[in-house]
């Protein structure tokens, strides 16, 4: 009977491919079997440039600019002159490597040409490889497709790889980091196994349950396996978007009365409600990524320029992940400055139906205008920080307070189980609670089993894409072209 059983683990497996596997996507790759070129460092003058290669005339390429001396070494440097194949001219002494496939970032025979990088030295080793019969210029990303296409690489480790890229802070770095090391693909493989364990449960009780030999407690197992899957996948999605705010940035916004005091981006004047619109630049805020958004002053607007800035100032809030509250330390008893405690600060505030959502710092800046040694003015409000933007004084707390609240907003890329990035690995982990959910409330074993083998349809649609040519395409587009 057990060997019938794991015949079924089998089948199982063959369902939905297997998520997290090393064996390939089965997305045809553009334009596979023509060999691929382009510069993968950066444009400009550099003192090295890297040129890559992929495909089978990888080394017909490798051996016709270095004529007449054969490949060398799989994956050690070694120092050759390069030359035009059509004319012979020199046009480089550079470091090559080869590295015969499928034991390379894309699985196919690969070359690298370590040049000088000047325009002329990076144009004249180009247009050679242009010249070798079967090679092409490659496409934005098709590097990073090929080796996705080879299982190299899966899915999420391919958008790990382009955050990496892309990564502007340390916690950026970090996280790209981790989900390129293969975590996040891990962790599926292991909600894929534990489904296939329970598919494999069901489809025994369907086919073995009359058999006196069955095991009793099998549909226990697989119920109690997918309570543990549903609790899993629960705690990931109740991440607050983490992981997405840390790549792409967490929203905070500067908002206070007129004249609270801001940095001088734009013309700035004494006279009140000539802030009109939202200014938006991002910052790296102590190692984490935010989209900083200075407010117009919030009163009751006059004209209908002002009237616009402030209805805006009030879009931005509604949406900030923290609100930058700033007032003027020396005018906290104006009918502004009570208003704007009103209406943002105090917990019977008009924004409170956000409170779940957003987070607050209160900073009273113009601390120097404060007469030494009077009475505290500010003592009646809630936690706060003294600022002043003219002296510098109380910059370092506001940072420090500031990495504190995109700690909480972003969490530790470094520690904790990986954090979900995209809104499609929100979706598909919905998809796959739901359907888990629908298992449970199925009354009978066969829609019970066609609600796990669409759940596990989820988990593969997260790191291999499905085969769906329109979501490849919007990930592979993001990579510069020699990537």
């Known amino acids: 009977m057990w060997r019938g059983l794991w015949t079924l683990v089998a089948r199982a497996a063959r369902g939905p491919r297997r998520p997290c596997t090393r064996q390939g996507s089965s997305t045809p790759v553009p334009g596979s079997g023509a060999t691929i070129f382009a510069l993968s460092s950066g444009q400009g003058r550099c003192g090295i440039a890297v040129i890559r290669s992929s495909g089978p005339a990888s080394g017909h390429a490798l051996r016709s600019l270095t004529a007449p001396r054969d490949l060398p070494q799989a994956r050690r440097a070694c120092l050759r002159l390069l030359s035009d194949p059509r004319s012979g001219e020199p046009l480089d002494r550079a470091l090559v490597l080869w590295f015969p496939g499928p034991q390379s970032f894309t699985g196919e025979d690969c070359a690298e040409f370590h040049v000088h990088g000047g325009p002329a030295v990076v144009s004249g080793v180009l247009q050679a490889l242009g010249s ?47 989900q390129l090391d293969g975590e996040l693909s891990h962790l599926c493989q292991g909600w894929a196994d534990t489904l296939t364990k329970a598919l494999a449960y069901v489809e025994a009780y369907i086919d073995f349950g009359e058999d006196d030999n069955l095991e009793e407690g099998v549909l226990e197992r697989a119920d109690s396996q997918v309570r543990e899957l549903e609790v899993a996948l629960g705690a990931h999605l109740r991440d607050a978007r983490r992981g997405q705010r840390l790549r792409l940035g967490a929203h905070v916004v500067v908002a206070g009365p007129p004249n609270a005091g801001r940095k001088p981006v734009s013309i700035v004047s004494p006279e009140p409600g000539t802030t009109r619109d939202v200014l938006e630049t991002p910052v790296d805020l102590a190692g984490f990524p935010a989209l900083l958004s200075d407010t117009a002053g919030l009163r009751e607007a006059v004209g209908l320029v002002e009237q616009e800035g402030v209805r805006r100032a009030h879009e931005r809030l509604e949406q900030a992940d923290l609100i930058l509250a700033v007032l003027d330390a020396s005018d906290l008893a104006s009918p502004s400055s009570c208003n704007f405690l009103d209406m943002i600060v105090n917990p019977g505030g008009a924004w409170t139906s956000n409170g779940n959502s957003q987070r607050l710092l209160l900073v009273l800046n113009k601390s ?103 979501i490849l395409d919007i990930i592979f587009r993001d990579f510069c072209v020699g990537k």
């Open 132 to 178: 070798v019969p079967g090679l092409r210029p490659a496409e934005a990303g098709e590097f990073t497709r090929r080796a996705f296409a080879h299982g190299k690489l899966s899915l999420t480790e391919v958008e790990g790889l382009a955050d990496l890229i892309h990564a502007e802070t340390e916690a950026q770095r970090r996280q790209a980091l981790r």
């Open 368 to 470: 120097d205008l404060l007469p030494p040694g009077g009475s505290d003015p500010s003592s009646d409000l809630p936690p706060h920080l003294l600022l002043s933007c003219l002296t510098g004084e109380g910059l370092d707390g506001l940072l420090e307070a500031l990495r504190k609240e995109l700690a909480e907003i972003c969490g530790d890329p470094s520690t904790g189980p990986p954090l979900l990035t995209r809104a499609r690995h929100q979706h598909h982990l919905q998809g796959c609670l739901d359907a888990l959910g629908h298992y449970k409330q199925a009354k009978d074993v066969s829609l019970a089993a066609e609600a796990l083998r669409v759940a596990r349809g989820h988990l593969a649609h997260l790191t291999s894409g499905g085969g769906t040519e329109e």
